[in-house]
């Protein structure tokens, strides 16, 4: 069995940086962290040098949507293979494709064509399919952000039972205030889902409800969810707490902050992460198909009817309008714009893009830091944050097409 090791850098461990590191991979998997002078590693080892940056471990992503052209909802093999590529060129290792307003059908295809995917995995694959976000279509009609209102409905019982019984959905979306969220929310938490409130108008009340029924996490915190102001629309004076009031009052409660720059401003960021902490927050890049492809119009979900979007190269944006549409960047960007934006210590930001997200999912046996016994999925960054290198399970990703 070949062994590699890598080292000649930091490594980024979840409680503090270790410097001159060494971890050593056998069999796919991680056997040793520790600093260099002190790890053995047998003669014929193959030697990965970091060249004095950072080696951590790969980001795990818990909810996106596409890259490279490809949207999740294309509902194809090859749709779900290119995205996938695309993000473990920005260090993704772990990833849950996510989907969007659908007919019925779309999503069968998206669902059956992630389980395809997974099954026949190997590593030159790119990142592992971890499992799928179940996130549209049951939306609040009145917070639907980019998503096509077609598609959306609420929650249909013989539908999400059909769904959950497939095994491959690991992380659950409803908007709180439907009728059926409650018992939406119950049978995602027994088929042992993150179970999650997202494009929601709710209130404190309601979400006090979904939490009671399993609810533990809000996708895409101040994106497409209730506000104070929002709810008086909605449900009149006096006025109601909301869900952002609800996440940041319940330490149980997670969530997760886009931070591609252009979604949230510095001080948002900072203040998720002082107030949620490393162990309840998030980095997820919400990125559809334009990431990695040149500005132009694109659609958010199925190429055949998803809703029209723009990119002007930074950002998605909605046509015609000021609301956006989604990222176009990947999880790279997101972690050194989060660490520029905080200043928090190194591992508290890589943190919050990889164990915390595999805690929340439930997959940190297998994946999210640099642990003995967990798959070797470990990324060499350079001093100012960018991925050099990509191993999966202790194989090289070729990042070059
Ligand atoms: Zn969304
Ligand atoms: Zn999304």
Known sequence: MSTTIICNGTAILPDRLLPDAAVVCRGGKIVTVGPARK???PRDAEKIDARGGYISPGFVE??????????FMDGTTDAVRT???????????SIFPTTTTGSPAQIDAMLKACAAVQHEWQ???????????????????DKLGAHAAAGRRDPVVAEYREYFSRGIIKIATCAAELPGAADYYRAAKRSGCLVTCGHSNSSWIEMERAFRAGMRHVDHFWCAMSS????????????QASMAEFVLAQPEMSTEVIADGHHLSPELLRYALAIKGPKRLCLVTDANRALDMPPG?????PQKDGSLFHSDGLVGRMPNSTALASSIVGMDHMVRTMARATKAPLPDVFRIATLTPAERVGVARKVGSLEKGKCADVLVLNKALAVQRVFIGGTEFRRSP
């Not at 818990?62 to 949207?71: E, F, N, R």
């Not at 990142?127 to 279509?137: D, E, I, S, T, W």
């Not at 104070?228 to 006025?239: D, E, Y």
């Open 83 to 93: 995205a996938i590529r695309a993000h473990t060129r920005h260090g993704t290792t």
């Open 62 to 71: 818990m909810h996106v949507h596409g890259g490279d052209g490809a949207d």
């Open 228 to 239: 104070v102001p929002s709810l008086i629309a909605r449900l009149g004076t006096p006025m």
């Open 297 to 301: 119009d694109y659609r958010i979900g």
């Open 39 to 41: 790890v053995r590693a």
């Open 123 to 141: 590593s030159t694959d790119g990142a592992r399919l971890m499992g799928v976000h179940f996130y549209g279509p049951y939306f609040a009609e």
